[in-house]
């Protein structure tokens, strides 16, 4: 399914590793270009401005063929405004694979093709459905998720979660007020069950390929999970869906889970970020945690805005330092010490000498110099010059 060549995805891990390896101090600057390059690796671009312009310039290209083709096809014009955007969409496709072929990953140029191409077949199936919504994000959801596969491509998987979402929300529309009532625990549900069918395939993983995408749509299914129940975005949603109106005094349906949800999932995720070191989730947390106390001030301002964020700032003040105080001393688990990778001289020889032996280096060694001169004469024996 893979368009790329293995040894070359292999070699573009190893790249990385040897570059992480060279930010941590372990081997030298020398050393990771001798590693680069001995192993040939992608057509990639890790400056994201350079990957941006690279990507518009690719805009450009892909906008110039299908101007050709649109001018070829103007003697046609009904006929060609009907299949305009599949034609449009198998360019992208075409574009794609031979970019690929040519070892192209994240690099900007194929990032314009592979998009594209998903952006063209929305506007087809839109065309010919005339905006059926449900069977527009089926196809881009499908599609997305082939992209995904075939070109490792991580913006594509972020789409096909995100028309995977859209499916059920207009599928669930179709069933009228009551599709739409019970729209936000069918989200959650589902964003749980995904959560743990990916988590189950993240850790039975074969090809690491797959890694960063899996990643990618773990960490969706955690958003979905509590942006589908929070009070603020259900309450808003059913005055947009179903017109509900909240009058002064009242509230929604089952408003009291909905305001335990939106703080008590926060702190769940918190918790397991810290039990299980996971970093992602601790970020989702904290950006979790703010959001609820934006959902409540929302609608009820207890204090004005500046008492508000002094206090915060406090609180968070107070956390962060005695947080500080606390992991400062701990050596193992949950501590405030740097990464090692980062900051490590203990195993700095250890890791130059098996980077040394794989790749057949030979690192140098400075002799430590000898108290003793030798080669000149004028000590109690004789010298290079045969004095004494």
Same mark, same amino acid.
């Given at each position: ?24 101090g372990f081997i030298s600057k020398e050393q990771k270009k001798f590693i680069k390059k001995e192993l040939p690796v992608f057509k990639s671009q890790d400056n994201i401005l ?44 075409v574009g794609s694979e031979l970019l690929a072929k040519q070892n192209f990953h994240n690099h900007g140029l194929d990032d314009s093709f592979i998009l594209g191409a998903l ?63 019970? $729209?936000?625990?069918?989200?959650? %549900? @589902?964003? +749980? =069950?995904? /959560? &743990?069918?990916? #988590? !189950? *395939? ?6 690491s390929y797959y890694y960063n995408g899996l990643l990618l749509a773990n960490s969706f299914c955690l958003v979905l999970f509590y942006l589908s129940c929070n009070y603020l ?75 508000? $964020?002094?206090?915060?700032?406090? %609180? @968070?003040? +107070? =956390?962060? /330092? &005695?947080?500080? #105080? !606390? *992991? ?61």
């Amino acid at each position: 399914m893979i368009v790329y060549d293995k040894q070359i995805l292999n070699n573009d891990a190893l790249v990385d590793e040897a570059d992480t390896l060279y930010k941590g101090g372990f081997i030298s600057k020398e050393q990771k270009k001798f590693i680069k390059k001995e192993l040939p690796v992608f057509k990639s671009q890790d400056n994201i401005l350079v990957r941006l312009g690279f990507f518009l310039l690719g805009n450009l290209l892909y906008s110039s063929i299908c101007g050709a083709i649109s001018i070829l096809g103007l003697s046609s014009e009904h006929i060609f405004l009907e299949i305009c955007c599949y034609l449009f969409a198998a360019v992208g496709f075409v574009g794609s694979e031979l970019l690929a072929k040519q070892n192209f990953h994240n690099h900007g140029l194929d990032d314009s093709f592979i998009l594209g191409a998903l952006l063209n077949v929305g506007f087809a199936i839109g065309i010919t459905t005339e905006g059926y919504e449900i069977v527009i994000a089926f196809f881009v959801a499908v599609v997305a998720i082939f992209m995904f596969l075939r070109y490792l491509h991580l913006l594509s998987m972020l789409v096909f979660c995100l028309a995977v979402t859209a499916f059920l929300f207009f599928g669930m529309f179709e069933f009228g007020d009551l599709g739409k009532a019970i $729209l936000p625990f069918t989200a959650m %549900i @589902l964003a +749980a =069950i995904f /959560y &743990f069918v990916t #988590k !189950k *395939l993240i850790n039975n993983l074969n090809e690491s390929y797959y890694y960063n995408g899996l990643l990618l749509a773990n960490s969706f299914c955690l958003v979905l999970f509590y942006l589908s129940c929070n009070y603020l975005v259900v309450r808003e949603l059913s005055a947009e869906l179903l017109g509900t109106e909240i009058k002064p005094g009242t509230d929604i349906p089952f408003a009291f889970f909905f305001y335990g949800f939106t703080f008590i999932v926060p702190i769940v995720y918190l918790v397991q970020a810290l039990k299980t070191k996971d970093r992602i989730m601790l970020w989702i947390s904290f950006l979790a945690i703010g959001f609820s106390i934006y959902t409540i001030r929302f609608y009820y301002a207890v204090l004005p805005i500046e008492v508000a $964020l002094t206090l915060g700032g406090l %609180i @968070l003040f +107070a =956390i962060a /330092y &005695f947080s500080i #105080k !606390k *992991l400062k001393g701990k050596e193992s688990g949950l501590t405030f010490k740097p990464d090692r990778i980062n900051h490590s001289d203990a195993i700095l020889s250890a890791e130059a000498l098996v980077v040394a032996s794989t790749f057949g280096m030979k690192p140098e060694v400075k002799p430590q110099a000898s108290p003793m001169e030798f080669g000149g004469g004028g000590f109690s024996g004789g010298g290079s010059d045969g004095s004494f």
